[in-house]
């Protein structure tokens, strides 16, 4: 880590706190922070046209990135705001990692105020998988971790 920050030097570690990024101005922030790793991957990820409407009851938030409109979130409030935001936040990573030929994927570890994600390889998933004790701390394919919260 970076000093006393919660910043990784590696680029491919992450703490995404889900209430943040679901609030305005985190989904920038984070993609900000993780821009890194598309950098040191020599892949483009540019941000442009967030878009923002907000009732009552309902939010519909949007982004383009590298040209592409991705939904950050699109529900009525309820409990699981911060997880579709965190899932929607790395299935959009993952489709620009896929869309531009890229091996890694980002996987979430935990989500919540102490969120993790993870980039990988599937080989080195499989090896954290195989070879880490606490499953609990295992980084995630995505849809196992959207079953297990009900998304």
Not at 27 to 50: A, C, R, W
Not at 80 to 109: A, C, H
Not at 124 to 129: A, D, G, I, L, P
């Amino acid at each position: 880590m970076k000093g006393e920050s919660l910043i990784f030097t590696d680029n491919r570690f992450y703490f995404i706190d889900a209430e943040t990024l679901f609030e305005g101005g985190g989904l920038i922030q984070y993609l900000e922070t993780v821009k890194k790793s598309f950098d040191k991957l020599n892949l483009k990820l540019e941000i442009s046209d967030e878009f923002n409407n907000q009732t009552e009851k309902h939010w519909t938030h949007k982004i383009k990135l590298n040209g592409k409109e991705y939904i950050a979130y699109d529900n009525d409030f309820g409990e699981k705001d911060w997880g579709i935001s965190f899932v929607n936040f790395i299935e959009m990573l993952n489709d620009q990692l896929k869309t531009q030929k890229s091996k890694e994927r980002f996987y979430p570890i935990s989500s919540g105020n102490d969120g993790r994600i993870v980039l990988l390889t599937k080989e080195q998933f499989e090896f954290v998988k195989a070879n880490y004790p606490i499953d609990k701390e295992h980084p995630k394919e995505i849809n196992e971790w959207k079953s297990g919260y009900g998304l």
